[in-house]
């Protein structure tokens, strides 16, 4: 079984610019959450996705978005970007009984 | 208010040691969920364990055990004949039930675990 897919692995981009990141959830997983993690703040709550729905939401500014397709893919946009974006993103999914979430890899993003 | 806290920065033991990674966890709901993951340099974190309020019982799997105990607030993890692939970040987390069938997840500041050959 395929586990949490998340594309690109490692992007850099310039101060200003936008980003997009796409997370493929387990097979069967509809929920889809986001968290940043820095060496500063540690591991952050992003925001979840169920069913399309944003259900939950973490202390980020307007700037970081997100949003879930029919399929379950998800996808979260970071715009005008700056210095301190720069960090591993991290997607996880969870099955739809219980709530153990499993991590993808992650993108690495560093903004220059 | 809900908080993990993992003292421990970072621990560096020598091959075969046993090594413990301490967590401790503030919540006010009576049901809720911990877990341990681990983060190699890869980025991933992987699962380890999860444990409910209501299941005290400790576990051993191999060479991993958890201790869990309410009274103090605490849900341990040991590794026991520590190897060179157990380096890695360590994460505890707290989950709660959130509105919705939606679940809140708390990650402690995690535990570089060294283990030197």
């Known amino acids: 079984k395929a586990g949490v897919t998340q594309t690109p692995r490692y992007l850099i981009k310039t101060r200003g610019q936008q980003v997009t990141l796409s997370c493929s959830p387990i097979s069967g997983h509809r929920s889809v959450s986001w968290y940043q993690q820095t060496p500063g703040q540690g591991l952050q709550f992003l925001f979840e996705y169920f069913s399309e729905t944003q259900r939950n939401k973490g202390n980020f500014p307007g700037r970081f978005s997100g949003r879930q397709f029919s399929n379950s893919r998800s996808e979260m946009n970071v715009s005008t970007l700056e210095l301190g974006d720069s960090a591993l993103y991290l997607c996880a999914s969870r099955p739809p009984s219980g709530n153990t979430i499993y991590f993808g890899e992650g993108s690495w993003l560093t903004v220059v | 208010a809900q908080k993990v806290t993992q003292a421990q920065t970072e621990i560096s033991v020598v091959e075969k040691e046993d090594v413990t990674l301490d967590c401790v966890y503030e919540?006010?709901?009576?049901?809720?969920?911990l877990f341990w993951y681990k983060q190699p340099p890869s980025g991933e974190l992987v699962f380890l364990i999860r444990?409910?309020?209501?299941?005290?019982q400790n576990e051993i799997s191999g060479r991993y055990s958890w201790n869990f105990q309410k009274s103090t607030s605490s849900f341990n993890f040991t590794i026991t004949a520590s190897q060179v692939v157990d380096s890695a970040v360590y994460f505890c987390a707290l989950s709660e039930a959130g509105l919705s069938g939606t679940y809140k997840y708390i990650f402690g500041t995690g535990t570089r675990l060294k283990v030197l050959a």
């Open positions: 919540t006010r709901d009576t049901t809720y969920y």
């Open positions: 444990r409910n309020s209501f299941d005290e």
